[in-house]
């Protein structure tokens, strides 16, 4: 966990303020409905074999876990600029023309996916990494993972 904790995570501020709402309701709502319905649970006895309260219980552990997680990444979280219209840097939707198919994409962390329905390209990534810092219009070539030569041309970049 102390890797996890000292990991910057770069977010969009949309994406920062939906995993405060889901810390939020997580801590809150969630919580309280978790801790009914095993008091509930408890009510009918015999916990040994009672299916409710061991489900229950086991919504309380990952409720907790994602808890601690989000925590986590709130507090290590770097609230990134957007890029300018054109540029493509974290957070920028970028579509792309690769070998005759289009496909759209954000640019970025899982993290900054939480507020998209986009999929993602890690700006680490072969592809990510050859068009980040590019702009709309520009052609680039990278060397794929199974070392083909190839073009990507980009047809548009929007910050998110």
Do not use: C
Not at 3 to 11: P, S, T, Y
Not at 145 to 151: A, I, S, T, V
């Amino acid at each position: 966990m102390a890797d996890q904790e000292e990991k910057v995570i770069e977010l969009t501020q949309e994406a920062y303020d939906k995993l405060k709402q889901e810390l939020a309701w997580r801590e809150g709502e969630l919580r309280q409905d978790i801790t009914e319905k095993i008091a509930a649970a408890r009510a009918e006895g015999d916990l040994s074999e009672n299916g409710g309260y061991q489900a229950a219980r086991e919504a309380q552990g990952k409720n907790e876990g994602r808890i601690n997680e989000l925590i986590v990444k709130l507090r290590n979280a770097h609230i990134i600029e957007p890029v300018a219209e054109g540029e493509i840097g974290n957070g920028t939707v970028v579509t792309i023309s690769l070998a005759g198919n289009e496909m759209t994409y954000l640019i970025g962390s899982r993290e900054i996916a939480v507020a998209s329905d986009y999929d993602v390209i890690s700006p680490e990534s072969p592809i990510g990494s050859a068009i980040f810092g590019h702009h709309e219009g520009d052609i680039v070539e990278y060397k794929a993972p199974n070392g083909r030569e190839l073009k990507v041309e980009i047809l548009s970049a929007k910050p998110m």
